[in-house]
């Protein structure tokens, strides 16, 4: 489950690599005019709608870059299978379309239905169904839809199936967590906690804003979010559900980011620094913390539920105490700087202590347990660092793929086929037929046996081009 989960984390790289950027544009073009969005000024309107245009569409971005990290091979034609999946869900349970099926109201879940969750899932079905359909066959009439052009069929068929479940399922249970939300609602501090807690733990799937449907909107008549600026809230009430994600979206994050990038391996710090620092700055600057955080949620779970649980302590401590400020946009710098013209504003200059508070207890807490637990979060993947300058035998790259394949027991024994910098990672049924001997023979540089049903090549950082004859020779076998 780990290796999977850690292979969809690296599939994210891609796409949230471009995402500081976009925030930080975002968060320039709101600071010039926060009232108006981009309607008093051109200039913001312009960095805004620059910064949208891959923030607004994160959704897509996440289900091209998933399918192609999850593929087989990262062919393009994952890739457009994931877009598909995105389009038919996003078509299907669209509010309009839902009206047009059921001839009564779309439930509110649908309106937030392109999310990141979304996006992933979609991202899964693509790789799913090109890895298991790239070689499908059909008879001769229907030959000019085999192989690879049957995936985007199959793909649509598939999520129409899924559309279908989440018709059903994705309502109740957003429906049930507006219920959980309006029954916290009298539980003043500890409420506000529980609530940022699980506004936290709920990205992943995209359900967060079901709560935040509750505490910054009208659906149970907090609305805290546009009480806060027109003025029409209870002072030191007022703004009680937003104040707390400021410390850990300006410095939380941030104090994680570093521990992140100091636990990284020597050689990989470079790396880190140039994704973690980005994130980093635009989770303080602007509050956009995707970034970030998608950069270990799958990577390093655990991190993760702690992440939420410390957000929870956050929006609990800040709740308890004469402390009030809210966003627009969101928890970031800018807004805490516009927060102090707000008619409910309570002294919101005490975020910065309570802020530095969290960052050193985010930077420890972050660096103790990836330590502790091993954990693979960026610049710590298993490659040794000195596995960098191993030199195969020879370059005859086919005749080592085929040597390693017999190692392995051939073909038939071989399910899985994948690569990182300097490694071969490869999935078996039966661990009784490989032969180390034979392997090592190829000229490589050692074996490692993690589990029964996983082998590790260490081929150093020409790995690439042998995982690519190893797919060809297990392509060529398939399609016959």
Same mark, same amino acid.
């Given at each position: 489950?780990?290796?999977?989960?850690?292979?969809?984390?690296?599939?994210?790289?891609?796409?949230?690599?471009?995402?500081?950027?976009?925030?930080?544009?975002?968060?320039?073009?709101?600071?010039?005019?926060?009232?108006?969005?981009?309607?008093?000024?051109?200039?913001?309107?312009?960095?805004?709608?620059?910064?949208?245009?891959?923030?607004?569409?994160?959704?897509?971005?996440?289900?091209?870059?998933?399918?192609?990290?999850?593929?087989?091979?990262?062919?393009?034609?994952?890739?457009?299978?994931?877009?598909?999946?995105?389009?038919?869900?996003?078509?299907?349970?669209?509010?309009?379309?839902?009206?047009?099926?059921?001839?009564?109201?779309?439930?509110?879940?649908?309106?937030?239905?392109?999310?990141?969750?979304?996006?992933?899932?979609?991202?899964?079905?693509?790789?799913?169904?090109?890895?298991?359909?790239?070689?499908?066959?059909?008879?001769?009439?229907?030959?000019?839809?085999?192989?690879?052009?049957?995936?985007?069929?199959?793909?649509?068929?598939?999520?129409?199936?899924?559309?279908?479940?989440?018709?059903?399922?994705?309502?109740?249970?957003?429906?049930?967590?507006?219920?959980?939300?309006?029954?916290? !609602?009298?539980?003043?501090?500890?409420?506000?906690?529980?609530? *940022?807690?699980?506004?936290? #733990? @709920? %990205? =992943?799937? &995209? /359900?967060?804003?079901?709560?935040?449907?509750?505490?910054?909107?009208?659906?149970?008549?907090?609305?805290?979010?546009?009480?806060?600026?027109?003025?029409?809230?209870?002072?030191?009430?007022?703004?009680?559900?937003?104040?707390?994600?400021?410390?850990?979206?300006?410095?939380?994050?941030?104090?994680?980011?570093?521990?992140?990038?100091?636990?990284?391996?020597?050689?990989?710090?470079?790396?880190?620094?140039?994704?973690?620092?980005?994130?980093?700055?635009?989770?303080?600057?602007?509050?956009?913390?995707?970034?970030?955080?998608?950069?270990?949620?799958?990577?390093?779970?655990?991190?993760?539920?702690?992440?939420?649980?410390?957000?929870?302590?956050?929006?609990?401590?800040?709740?308890?105490?004469?402390?009030?400020?809210?966003?627009?946009?969101?928890?970031?710098? !800018?807004?805490?700087?516009?927060?102090?013209?707000?008619?409910? *504003?309570?002294?919101?200059? #005490? @975020? %910065? =202590?309570? &802020? /530095?508070?969290?960052?050193?207890?985010?930077?420890?807490?972050?660096?103790?347990?990836?330590?502790?637990?091993?954990?693979?979060?960026?610049?710590?993947?298993?490659?040794?660092?000195?596995?960098?300058?191993?030199?195969?035998?020879?370059?005859?790259?086919?005749?080592?793929?085929?040597?390693?394949?017999?190692?392995?027991?051939?073909?038939?024994?071989?399910?899985?086929?994948?690569?990182?910098?300097?490694?071969?990672?490869?999935?078996?049924?039966?661990?009784?037929?490989?032969?180390?001997?034979?392997?090592?023979?190829?000229?490589?540089?050692?074996?490692?046996?993690?589990?029964?049903?996983?082998?590790?090549?260490?081929?150093?950082?020409?790995?690439?081009?042998?995982?690519?004859?190893?797919?060809?020779?297990?392509?060529?076998?398939?399609?016959?």
């Amino acid at each position: 489950m780990m290796k999977h989960l850690q292979k969809l984390g690296k599939s994210l790289m891609l796409p949230v690599a471009c995402l500081p950027v976009a925030g930080i544009l975002m968060g320039i073009g709101y600071w010039i005019d926060p009232t108006g969005w981009g309607a008093n000024n051109i200039i913001a309107a312009f960095l805004i709608k620059a910064g949208a245009v891959l923030i607004d569409n994160m959704a897509i971005l996440f289900a091209i870059g998933v399918a192609v990290g999850m593929a087989d091979d990262n062919d393009g034609t994952a890739a457009l299978a994931g877009l598909v999946s995105w389009l038919s869900i996003q078509t299907m349970l669209n509010p309009a379309t839902i009206e047009m099926f059921t001839g009564a109201e779309a439930n509110a879940a649908f309106g937030k239905i392109n999310n990141q969750f979304i996006g992933i899932l979609t991202g899964l079905i693509g790789a799913i169904c090109y890895n298991r359909f790239k070689h499908t066959k059909l008879p001769d009439a229907l030959a000019f839809f085999s192989g690879k052009r049957s995936v985007a069929i199959v793909t649509v068929l598939i999520t129409l199936v899924v559309s279908l479940v989440l018709f059903f399922i994705w309502p109740v249970i957003y429906t049930g967590l507006v219920i959980f939300g309006e029954s916290i !609602v009298s539980t003043g501090a500890l409420g506000a906690g529980i609530y *940022a807690f699980f506004n936290r #733990l @709920l %990205i =992943p799937v &995209g /359900l967060h804003h079901a709560l935040n449907s509750v505490f910054w909107f009208d659906v149970a008549g907090i609305s805290d979010l546009t009480k806060f600026w027109d003025g029409s809230g209870v002072l030191g009430q007022t703004g009680m559900y937003m104040a707390g994600f400021f410390p850990v979206m300006m410095f939380g994050l941030p104090g994680a980011a570093l521990a992140m990038y100091h636990t990284a391996k020597t050689k990989k710090r470079k790396i880190a620094a140039g994704l973690l620092g980005a994130a980093a700055l635009c989770s303080f600057f602007t509050g956009v913390t995707e970034p970030l955080e998608f950069s270990f949620m799958f990577l390093a779970p655990a991190l993760y539920v702690v992440h939420a649980l410390l957000t929870g302590i956050s929006a609990f401590i800040v709740a308890l105490l004469p402390i009030r400020a809210g966003f627009n946009f969101s928890a970031g710098f !800018v807004d805490w700087l516009l927060s102090f013209k707000a008619p409910m *504003a309570v002294n919101p200059w #005490l @975020l %910065i =202590p309570i &802020g /530095l508070v969290f960052g050193v207890i985010y930077y420890v807490v972050f660096r103790f347990l990836i330590v502790r637990m091993d954990l693979k979060t960026i610049g710590r993947e298993d490659d040794e660092e000195d596995e960098m300058n191993i030199k195969l035998a020879s370059n005859n790259f086919t005749a080592i793929a085929q040597t390693i394949l017999e190692g392995l027991g051939g073909i038939d024994n071989l399910t899985s086929i994948d690569s990182c910098v300097t490694r071969l990672r490869l999935e078996i049924k039966d661990y009784t037929q490989v032969n180390e001997k034979k392997i090592k023979s190829a000229g490589v540089a050692g074996i490692i046996r993690p589990s029964k049903n996983s082998v590790q090549v260490v081929v150093g950082t020409q790995v690439q081009f042998v995982a690519d004859e190893l797919k060809r020779l297990v392509d060529q076998y398939t399609v016959r």
